[in-house]
């Protein structure tokens, strides 16, 4: 029973050896030498799911961002994505407050958008996220029109 539990110990040790001496991989070399190298607010974000990726490739058109407001849009999804991981890897919350606490995030992610904007981009994306919201069922309708049939 000692000697296993010698065994565990020692290959425990070993392997945290390796670990710490092991060369760091181009990628993360690459990243370091991008954060030492660049002075912009917002460090660079990992890759981004195809759906993310999809929605910044929208953005950027739809908007007609910089290089700069897409490095800043690209981190702001990146760290959404990984509080919604997060949210989802909880196993103490409910699916209720799972789904609260990612409306929010999605909310929080939206504002930090908006902010990066020009004024004209900012007008057109709440334009946008109104009509989402109306489509959504979480606005009444904006502007329901005169009435139907026997209005006037």
């Known amino acids: 029973m000692k000697r296993q539990a010698c065994s565990f110990v020692l290959v425990g040790l070993l392997s945290t050896e390796v670990v710490f001496t092991q060369q760091p991989t181009t ?27 999809k929605r910044l490739a929208q953005m950027s058109k739809r908007y007609r961002l910089t290089s700069e407001q897409q490095t800043q ?26 789904r609260e606490e990612v409306a929010s995030l999605h909310d929080t992610s939206q504002q930090k958008i ?6 004209k981009q900012e007008h057109q994306f709440d ?6 919201a109306w489509m959504d069922g979480r606005l009444p309708e904006p502007n329901p029109g005169p009435a139907l049939n026997g209005g006037w």
């Not at 660049?38 to 981004?48: D, K």
């Not at 690209?74 to 209720?96: C, H, N, P």
């Not at 334009?127 to 989402?132: G, L, N, T």
């Open 27 to 53: 990628s993360q070399e690459q990243r370091s030498s991008l954060q030492a190298t660049s002075r912009a607010s917002v460090l660079p974000a990992g890759p981004l799911s195809k759906k993310s990726e």
């Open 114 to 119: 908006a902010a990066v904007l020009t004024g």
């Open 73 to 98: 849009v690209r981190s702001i999804l990146f760290k959404e994505e990984q509080d919604i991981q997060t949210v989802s890897a909880d196993a103490l919350m409910s699916g209720g407050n799972k």
């Open 127 to 132: 334009a946008d996220e109104k009509r989402r």
